[in-house]
């Protein structure tokens, strides 16, 4: 994957240390301190929104249409902002969770929880930053990983992920259960562990059976098996994609730390109840590689309980032999078979649950494979989803295409034609987190790479297409190697309601360690921006955090940072 460079990483932290904000130091006793030092919150809430999971539910489309509060009337500098942060210990890549009407604390509140890379999570009031509690995840006896532990010849000095390597991907929650799942990684410098924890959300105490050590193998010749075995890595498999709690199994996926061979994409199923390992797959038993990344976002899921998931760079099929035609020879060679279904790098796939595995019941891999994998072009870089309602799966591929699949005949492979609902070619890679909103009128999946403008692509359900006159925000947005991450909110289809909100990194060239901005754009309209962070004093991001996407709940929007904190921006 992209490697990014050491020596702007530590150029921009010096000169961005002004824009670095100190988060309030919220605890039991001082509950209701804000940034701006104004009068405490006292209202109650009356909103009681839930997002369990990254981008809100199973589809990843990221809209949350039960917003009554935000609109595109009231988003604006004078009455929107910035009104308390939350501090936490470390870097948040994880994006922040919300609870409604959690009953805790003597009371039922709004609970938003959050992650950090040091292996620690804390549970806050959403709506007056209350912390009711926090605890560590680490292994007694050892640290989180950090940068320096994934040096290698591949990558070095490594920077994808900056400092410790604790908890990356985002967790899920049952809210029913009352348990939050995660996976945190420890290491003493020699051994690294990865764990499964399921915790209860009221107390922060490990549930019965949690922790798990992750671990998994399948038969196959793959790149580092020992005799015809191909085993889960903890120190290379990186843990980047959001979690999935689909029909009573958590389900975890895994890339690499850049490149660093040997390493493949797994997928590890464990039963929610009693965390005992229900699922392991690989991707490339008889190959290499087939990272799962998708910049973050998570496993997408439907209602019968399939899965769904691009995956990187590495071997498409299997050889087999043939006899060269026309060589008169009879020579047998070897040639690749793209359709063999146990090498799925550079795929999206439709993953069946099958006894202890998954099954691959769908796919489609682009005719140009090839091409992508000798130029570092993977096909899951950008996260995907399901737009809601339909059988349409969104797709992008790093050399700039947009893939519009049907789940359930995704197209498999062709020499000649990509044979799957529409290709849109943007000509920019496509490092991003997009989403999607249904209005009154129109719906939209809104799209916002690296060295791009927001895009916004009107859905017709008529064709399962998107139209060809879709709107262009006048407006730049990033131009390094990390692209926007939005969330949609709405109250319903209610016309003045949708606002598109979008998180990056500012700066010629950002690194994964940059300064950040947050933007809301009317939905419905997204020439028209309502407000940005850069506005007012005292709203400002501090370091973006890499594909966190804003979590609109409960008339708040919870922005993870690299700054030590969460911002809590909302109504004035």
Not at 27 to 48: E, F, S
Not at 166 to 173: A, K, L, M, S, Y
Not at 270 to 282: E, I
Request: proline fraction near 5%; include cysteine.
């Amino acid at each position: 994957m992209n490697k990014y460079n050491f020596l702007l990483v530590t150029f921009l932290i010096t000169v961005c240390l002004g824009c670095k904000k100190t988060p309030v130091q919220t605890n039991n006793n001082n509950n209701n301190n804000n940034n701006n030092g104004g009068t405490p919150i006292t209202t109650v809430n009356t909103q009681h929104i839930s997002v369990l999971t990254q981008h809100n539910d199973n589809t990843r489309a990221g809209l949350n249409n039960q917003e009554t509060k935000l609109t595109t009337a009231n988003v604006n500098a004078k009455q929107f902002g910035e009104l308390f942060s939350l501090s936490v210990d470390d870097y948040v890549f994880a994006q922040p969770l919300v609870v409604g009407n959690l009953p805790i604390s003597s009371g039922t509140h709004n609970v938003v929880f959050i992650a950090t890379v040091n292996n620690s999570v804390y549970a806050y009031d959403g709506d007056n930053g209350k912390l009711y509690w926090k605890k560590n995840f680490t292994v007694t006896g050892m640290r989180p990983p950090s940068a320096n532990d994934m040096n290698s010849s591949w990558c070095s000095p490594y920077n994808d992920i900056p400092g410790s390597i604790g908890i990356i991907g985002t967790p899920v929650i049952d809210s029913v259960g009352q348990t939050i799942y995660f996976v945190s990684r420890s290491t003493d410098g020699t051994t690294f562990v990865q764990y499964l924890h399921a915790v209860n959300i009221l107390t922060g105490s490990e549930q019965a059976g949690s922790p798990v050590k992750l671990s998994g193998s399948v038969s196959g010749t793959g790149d580092g098996s020992v005799n015809g075995v191909v085993s889960f890595d903890p120190r290379r498999n990186n843990q980047r994609q959001g979690l999935a709690l689909v029909s009573g199994v958590v389900y975890i996926s895994f890339s690499s730390h850049c490149d660093w061979n040997p390493y493949h994409g797994w997928i590890l199923g464990y039963n929610s109840k009693t965390l005992q390992q229900q699922t392991v797959y690989c991707d490339t038993p008889n190959g290499e590689q087939g990272g799962i990344w998708e910049s973050g976002m998570g496993i997408v899921a439907d209602a019968q309980g399939n899965l769904y998931v691009d995956t990187g760079n590495g071997t498409v099929g299997t050889p087999v032999p043939y006899t060269e035609p026309g060589n008169g020879t009879g020579e047998s060679t070897s040639s690749p078979n793209p359709s063999d279904l146990t090498n799925r790098a550079e795929t999206a796939m439709k993953l069946t649950p099958s006894g202890a595995t998954l099954q691959v019941s769908s796919f489609f891999t682009p005719s140009n494979y090839l091409d992508l994998n000798i130029n570092d072009l993977d096909y899951g870089v950008m996260g995907t989803f399901l737009i809601p309602n339909t059988a349409c799966y969104v797709t992008g591929c790093k050399d700039g295409n947009i893939y519009l699949l049907d789940k359930d005949n995704m197209g498999g492979y062709s020499y000649s034609t990509n044979q799957i609902l529409q290709t849109i070619p943007l000509n920019v890679t496509m490092h991003c987190q997009p989403a999607y909103y249904k209005g009154s009128a129109n719906e939209f999946v809104y799209i916002w790479s690296e060295g791009d403008q927001l895009r916004a692509f009107p859905f017709n359900r008529g064709n399962n297409n998107f139209s060809s006159n879709q709107i262009v925000a006048g407006t730049g947005g990033p131009t390094g190697p990390t692209g926007v991450d939005i969330s949609v909110s709405s109250n319903g289809t209610l016309n003045g309601t949708g606002i598109v909100w979008a998180s990056y990194p500012i700066g010629s060239d950002p690194t994964s360690v940059a300064p950040g901005i947050l933007r809301a754009f009317d939905a419905n309209d997204i020439t028209k921006e309502l407000w940005n962070s850069n506005q007012t004093v005292g709203d400002g991001v501090g370091y973006y955090a890499k594909f966190s996407s804003p979590t609109v709940a409960d008339g708040h929007v919870y922005l993870a940072t690299f700054s030590n904190s969460v911002n809590v921006y909302g109504l004035k």
